[in-house]
């Protein structure tokens, strides 16, 4: 992998882009297989870049809001409390209580008196309200600054009120997105009861957030096969059944950026083991139910999951290739959250026939990248926690025709004229699973070839 360093040909061009940031050296490199060097990532972002990552805050929320019959306070400025449902959404089949945002309102007066009492008085004012039984306060960067005792405020509350009140060490410029995961998967450990022996015949599902349906399919084909879920982890999640998570017979880790440590801690602390999964794109869909019955270790599920994967094929038969048809030879950019999505986007566009020309994650790993450097092609633009700037020049650089990410990328495409497919919380069609990747084909196809593009 050639860093900007290296001496490639690009590299005399990229350096001497003034705009570009030094310290970003070594984040961004183009994917050359004869290289060893390892780009550099999961780590803060460079001062001064405009990175597209959310705070410590925002990555706990996102994490932990899809928990549908819980409450969510944010002990804050008002201002933080914008992460509510609306823009960060997801499906629940029950409760709506998580589309409700709480918000402490931390003013002047506050921050100089301290937002304890506060706190406590909002707390008071929910379970009186709404009688709830677990309540999730979010830290933001002012409480850090303050020193609150977040944890105190919400102990005394859970006796008091004889209810949950977990507390969520997020303030914001705590560290970086991934230090908001750690927080919420903390929290969700907090939540969880001791399995005391106990074992439930069912697996949990985690790292799905169930943004436009996903979880529901994906829990369908676990039925198909004769698999209970445990506990959705989070997307239309419950309080009781994180509870009971413990008691499950293994865990399943589809975003493995928010969720791995969340997996990795209930394994040393209830010998749950986990295996990681993607259902985006046909390939993985197949190899992650294959891996998910085979972990059962009962044929009889290895056997389902053989044919529902065949009756699942033949419904989508040759549709696809209607696709692959019209999308041959464009060009794909890839700016999303985590490692385990930009690594099946490659393999989705591959199989419909395109070239993946830049692919970066906000929160990728070092094993994230390796994969990644192995299956992008020589040249690809391969960079962590990148910034509107740098996306920019390489999406005009390479000739994207769509750029695939979240919110926060979306204006940015439309401002350079390229298509743009959201694959985050703005989505109402699932991506996941077959339906889901013969909805991803159209949609790329249908934003890539419209006529628009002709008329700009
Ligand atoms: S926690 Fe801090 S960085 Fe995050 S939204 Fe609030 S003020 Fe902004």
Request: net charge negative; glycine share 8%.
């Amino acid at each position: 992998m050639k860093s900007f360093e290296s001496g490639s040909k690009l590299k005399h061009e990229i350096i001497n882009d003034k705009n570009l940031i030094k310290e970003r050296q070594g984040f961004v490199c183009y994917n050359s297989k004869g290289d060893n060097s390892k780009i550099r990532c999961d780590a803060d972002s460079v001062s001064g870049s405009v990175s597209q990552r959310a705070c410590v805050y925002c990555g706990a929320r996102v994490v932990l809001n899809p928990i549908a019959d819980a409450f969510h306070i944010v002990h804050g400025p008002i201002g933080c409390a914008s992460y509510t449902w609306d823009i960060r959404g997801s499906l629940s089949s029950g409760p709506e209580t998580y589309r409700n945002s709480f918000s402490t309102d931390i003013r002047e007066n506050d921050v100089i008196f301290g937002g304890e009492k506060k706190l406590a008085a909002a707390i008071d004012e929910i379970v009186e309200k709404f009688s709830p039984k677990v309540i999730f306060v979010y830290s933001t960067c002012i409480v850090g600054v303050i020193g609150d005792d977040v944890e105190a405020v919400c102990k005394q509350a859970e006796i008091k009120h004889s209810i949950r009140v977990i507390s969520v060490k997020s303030p914001g410029f705590a560290g970086n997105k991934s230090m908001g995961y750690k927080a919420a998967c903390n929290a969700l450990i907090e939540l969880m009861e001791d399995n005391n022996g106990e074992e439930i015949d069912g697996v949990n599902f985690l790292g799905d957030f169930n943004l436009a349906g996903e979880m529901w399919i994906i829990q369908d084909y676990l039925k198909q096969m004769g698999i209970n879920v445990v506990a959705k982890i989070t997307g239309d999640g419950r309080c009781e059944e994180i509870k009971n998570a413990p008691k499950a017979k293994f865990n399943i880790v589809q975003c493995a950026g928010s969720m791995t440590y969340l997996a990795k801690n209930m394994e040393s602390l209830y010998r749950i083991p986990y295996i990681k999964v993607s259902f985006f794109g046909v390939e993985d869909t197949k190899l992650s139910l294959m891996m998910i019955a085979e972990a059962t270790g009962n044929k009889n599920i290895v056997r389902r999951a053989e044919e529902l994967i065949e009756k699942m094929e033949k419904e989508l038969g040759n549709k696809l290739d209607f696709y692959r048809e019209k999308l041959k030879g464009k060009k794909a950019a890839i700016y999303v959250g985590g490692g385990f999505k930009a690594i099946s986007l490659i393999k989705q566009f591959k199989d419909l026939g395109m070239e993946t020309v830049m692919v970066g994650t906000q929160t990728g790993k070092e094993d994230d990248y390796e994969v990644i450097r192995n299956i992008s092609d020589e040249g690809t633009i391969i960079l962590d926690d990148s910034n509107p700037y740098e996306l920019e020049k390489f999406i005009k650089e390479k000739e994207a025709d769509i750029l695939v990410g979240g919110v926060k990328e979306r204006p940015l495409a439309y401002k350079l004229g390229v298509g743009f497919c959201d694959h985050n919380h703005e989505r109402k069609i699932p991506l996941c699973g077959f339906q889901g990747a013969l909805n991803f084909a159209k949609e790329i196809h249908l934003t890539v070839n419209s006529p628009i593009w002709d008329m700009l």
